[in-house]
């Protein structure tokens, strides 16, 4: 798996959103930001995720979609649960994913980080394809920027946000990729910038 230099993963399928812009001039990927999602909540398989993402979900077809509709939202990458990778925004862009957060004291992880959703909830495991893929563009995406650290949305936005949930397993990403592991288990490693 490789990433160009216009950031388009080689293996992902291409959904183009609009919910994006060009970062900020000086801003590079540092960071990684890990989050689940299912749509309807806790509902796995069907095409709401990439509608959201694409501003194209009917108000009306689950309770809360009229809200959601309304959203302006996206993120570089989703792995379905069975391991399919979909890209929404090329990593050069900044996808809007993130929302009001803070990584060792800088705000708006947006202009420095890459989203990738995770098909899921809090409340279930997520599947070995997940994981595999996960790995594989986790590397890619190393190889490509000089990352300074992955870390889950909830580390980002403590107390708005708790994805990945806490059925992620965050030993096989440690393990792949120890030198992003956080200094602390549960704490952010210290940025670099």
Same mark, same amino acid.
């Given at each position: 798996?490789?990433? =160009? !230099?216009?950031?388009? *993963? &080689? ?65 570089? /990458?989703?792995?379905?649960? &069975? ?20 990584? *060792?004291?800088?705000?708006? *992880? ?8 995770? !098909?899921?909830? =809090? /409340?279930?495991? /997520? ?11 986790? =590397? ?7 990352? !300074? ?17 806490? /059925? ?18 549960? !704490? ?6």
């Amino acid at each position: 798996m490789q990433i =160009d !230099e216009q950031g388009y *993963c &080689d293996q992902a399928r291409q959904i183009a959103s609009p919910n994006c812009d060009a970062r900020p001039d000086g801003d590079g990927v540092r960071l990684v930001v890990v989050h689940n999602i299912g749509l309807p909540p806790g509902q796995f398989g069907g095409d709401d995720i990439e509608r959201l993402f694409t501003n194209r979900i009917d108000p009306a077809a689950q309770p809360g979609y009229d809200e959601l509709a309304k959203l302006r939202v996206s993120a570089h /990458f989703l792995i379905r649960r &069975d391991g399919e990778l979909l890209q929404f925004v090329p990593t050069e862009a900044r996808a809007w994913h993130a929302g009001a957060s803070n990584w *060792c004291g800088r705000e708006r *992880c947006n202009d420095f980080s890459v989203g990738i959703e995770l !098909e899921g909830s =809090d /409340f279930v495991p /997520f599947e070995p394809a997940q994981y595999q893929v996960l790995l594989e563009l986790l =590397d890619a995406l190393a190889k490509r920027y000089p990352l !300074e650290a992955i870390v889950g949305h909830s580390e980002i936005a403590p107390g708005r946000k708790t994805d990945p949930g806490p /059925f992620f397993d965050w030993t096989q990403v440690h393990a792949a990729l120890p030198q992003l592991r956080p200094a602390n288990p549960g !704490e952010p490693a210290v940025a670099r910038l």
